[in-house]
Nanobody, 122 residues
Framework: QVRLVESGGGRVQAGGSLRLSCAAS????????MGWFRQAPGKEREFVAA????????YYADSVKGRFTISRDNAKSTVYLQMNSLKPEDTADYYC???????????????WGQGTQVTVSS
C-alpha cells in the first residue's frame, strides 16, 4: 500500500512558477513509477508527466513539455513537479499517482493522492 500526499499548490499569475511535491508513505516508493495528472473543472483527468522508478526516464504531455519538469528523490520518498511559465490553461487540480510502470494512461496507476489546487490568473 502506498499513501500519497500532494502539496505546493496555490495561486500564481501567468508566467509564474510553482513546485508541487508528492510525499509517499511506505518502504517501496523506489520501486514505483510516478505520474502527475491534472483535472480542470468540467474536464477529464489528463496526463501531465511521468518518471520511472530510478528517475532515468521521464515523459511529458505536449502541452507542458519545455515548461514542466518532473523529478524524484527516492531517499525522501518524494516526487516533484516544477512548473514554470504557467498559463491560465494550467489551472486545475493536480494529482500524483504511483504504479508499476510509466505511461499516460490513468489505468496504469494503482495509487492516487487527494490532489492540490493550482490557479493561474491572467
Amino acid at each position: 500500500q502506498v499513501r500519497l500526499v500532494e502539496s505546493g499548490g496555490g495561486r500564481v499569475q501567468a508566467g509564474g512558477s510553482l513546485r508541487l511535491s508528492c510525499a509517499a508513505s511506505g518502504r517501496t516508493f523506489s520501486t514505483y513509477a510516478m505520474g502527475w495528472f491534472r483535472q480542470a473543472p468540467g474536464k477529464e483527468r489528463e496526463f501531465v508527466a511521468a518518471i520511472g522508478w530510478s528517475g532515468g526516464s521521464t515523459y511529458y504531455a505536449d502541452s507542458v513539455k519545455g515548461r514542466f519538469t518532473i523529478s524524484r528523490d527516492n531517499a525522501k520518498s518524494t516526487v516533484y513537479l516544477q512548473m514554470n511559465s504557467l498559463k491560465p490553461e494550467d489551472t486545475a487540480d493536480y494529482y500524483c499517482a504511483a504504479g508499476p510502470r510509466t505511461g499516460w494512461n490513468r489505468g496504469l496507476y494503482d495509487y492516487w493522492g487527494q490532489g492540490t489546487q493550482v490557479t493561474v490568473s491572467s
